[in-house]
């Protein structure tokens, strides 16, 4: 008898260490979950006003927005939508706006009137293309596109019409900078006319222009939409190493959460290699936000894989190309102040980065 309860007694108790052991494990299981989450989250959350336009260089937001590593880096974001450059340097001297992704000229023209924001990253760069409609294409594609302009005009008896985005901005900067430095042509030998996105898009459209200096997805909307469009000079021929886009962030924001921009600039590199590599929810994320959602995600796709080698995060990349900008720029009269590029960057978020878009570890 006593053999059989010491054998029973004995089974019970091996029973009771098992569960105990068991328990013990989900507990540290748990512990080391709740550890993990905790690491995965910033140690401070802060609400931010993004400024932002619903174009494809401010694709990396979108990633960003969508797959969460802006929330991750401690950033509730309150959006703010833009239809051009000049509008958002309206709000940045207003006081608005604690983080901008805009164009590289309206960068300078607020930093120029005052805003003291600093460039953390680049989205993009060469951007920009000139696409023309079918009674202006072919006097790019037959003769010296040097005259293009001008033979257009002798045939047709008028000047060419041409949009572009407002005075000063990236667009139509590189637009004059290819009349003046890559053709030689006076910018009198053309009709300008300065617009938003949808409506450069619309006036492309419609046929109300012949051509445009436009950016995508434009280029691609209006490729899909009219078989005449063409593009007969591409970013590089216009302004070789233009800078495009840029994140830019309040000094005062900066001087307050260096971490939680940090983390920013860490999850801008990871959004561009994701759209560098044509990842699939990448392309949904731009989808969302580029031309109001509105857009069929082929175009959206078409736009991205168009763009693919032009996103570049690195801000050291588009220094030089800044200063040609800023100077060219101070030539036309269209910047008024001097802008200090030098004291227009502030790199060091990026160069902390390792080749992942993760912090570097602390030197000992």
Same mark, same amino acid.
């Given at each position: 008898?006593?053999?059989?309860?010491?054998?029973?007694?004995?089974?019970?108790?091996?029973? @009771?260490?098992?569960?105990? #052991? !068991?328990?013990?494990?989900?507990?540290?299981?748990?512990?080391?979950?709740?550890?993990?989450?905790?690491?995965?989250?910033?140690?401070?959350?802060?609400?931010?006003?993004?400024?932002?336009?619903?174009?494809?260089?401010?694709?990396?937001?979108?990633?960003? @927005?969508?797959?969460?590593?802006?929330?991750?880096?401690?950033?509730?974001?309150?959006?703010?939508?833009?239809?051009?450059?000049?509008?958002? &340097?309206?709000?940045?001297?207003?006081?608005?706006?604690?983080?901008?992704?805009?164009?590289?000229?309206?960068?300078?023209?607020?930093?120029?009137?005052?805003?003291?924001?600093?460039?953390?990253?680049?989205?993009?760069?060469?951007?920009?293309?000139?696409? #023309?409609?079918?009674?202006?294409?072919?006097?790019?594609?037959?003769?010296?596109?040097?005259?293009?302009?001008?033979?257009?005009?002798?045939?047709?008896?008028?000047?060419?019409?041409?949009?572009?985005?407002?005075?000063?901005?990236?667009?139509?900067?590189?637009?004059?900078?290819?009349?003046?430095?890559?053709?030689?042509?006076?910018?009198?030998?053309?009709?300008?006319? +300065?617009?938003?996105?949808?409506?450069?898009?619309?006036?492309?459209?419609?046929?109300?222009?012949?051509? #445009?200096?436009? @950016?995508?997805?434009?280029?691609?909307?209006?490729?899909?939409?009219?078989?005449? !469009?063409?593009?007969?000079?591409?970013?590089?021929?216009?302004?070789?190493?233009?800078?495009?886009?840029?994140?830019?962030?309040?000094?005062?924001?900066?001087?307050?959460?260096?971490?939680?921009?940090?983390?920013?600039?860490?999850?801008?590199?990871?959004?561009?290699?994701?759209?560098?590599?044509?990842?699939?929810?990448?392309?949904?994320?731009?989808?969302? +936000?580029?031309?109001?959602?509105? @857009?069929?995600?082929?175009?959206?796709?078409?736009? &991205?894989?168009?763009?693919?080698?032009?996103?570049? #995060?690195?801000?050291?990349?588009?220094?030089?190309?800044?200063?040609?900008?800023?100077?060219?720029?101070? !030539?036309?009269?269209?910047?008024?102040?001097?802008?200090?590029?030098?004291?227009?960057?502030?790199?060091?978020? +990026?160069?902390?980065?390792?080749?992942?878009?993760?912090?570097?570890?602390?030197?000992?």
């Amino acid at each position: 008898m006593y053999p059989t309860r010491f054998i029973a007694r004995l089974r019970t108790a091996v029973v @009771l260490v098992a569960a105990l #052991a !068991a328990l013990s494990a989900c507990s540290s299981d748990n512990e080391s979950g709740a550890d993990s989450d905790n690491a995965a989250q910033p140690a401070e959350t802060v609400q931010a006003e993004i400024g932002y336009m619903p174009i494809l260089p401010d694709a990396p937001l979108f990633v960003g @927005l969508e797959d969460g590593s802006i929330a991750n880096a401690g950033i509730q974001p309150k959006l703010v939508s833009f239809q051009n450059g000049p509008a958002m &340097v309206q709000a940045l001297l207003g006081g608005q706006l604690d983080i901008a992704y805009f164009g590289i000229g309206p960068t300078m023209v607020a930093r120029g009137k005052g805003a003291d924001i600093k460039v953390v990253a680049s989205n993009i760069i060469e951007q920009i293309s000139f696409v #023309a409609l079918s009674e202006l294409a072919p006097y790019f594609e037959d003769g010296d596109a040097a005259t293009a302009f001008d033979r257009f005009a002798r045939d047709k008896g008028r000047k060419a019409r041409i949009s572009t985005f407002p005075v000063g901005s990236v667009p139509q900067t590189v637009l004059a900078y290819w009349l003046d430095k890559q053709l030689g042509v006076d910018s009198d030998a053309i009709d300008v006319i +300065y617009q938003g996105a949808s409506q450069v898009q619309q006036s492309l459209l419609t046929g109300a222009v012949d051509g #445009a200096a436009i @950016l995508e997805p434009v280029v691609s909307i209006v490729r899909n939409r009219r078989d005449d !469009a063409r593009v007969v000079a591409q970013g590089e021929a216009m302004f070789p190493g233009q800078p495009g886009a840029v994140l830019a962030v309040r000094a005062e924001f900066i001087e307050a959460h260096p971490q939680i921009v940090e983390r920013l600039v860490a999850a801008h590199v990871r959004a561009t290699e994701q759209l560098r590599a044509g990842d699939q929810a990448a392309i949904d994320a731009v989808h969302q +936000y580029v031309g109001g959602g509105r @857009l069929p995600r082929p175009v959206v796709a078409e736009a &991205v894989a168009e763009s693919a080698d032009n996103f570049v #995060a690195d801000p050291n990349r588009i220094i030089d190309g800044t200063r040609r900008m800023r100077d060219f720029q101070q !030539a036309q009269g269209t910047l008024g102040a001097d802008t200090d590029i030098d004291a227009l960057f502030e790199t060091r978020f +990026y160069d902390a980065l390792d080749t992942r878009g993760s912090a570097k570890p602390s030197t000992p």
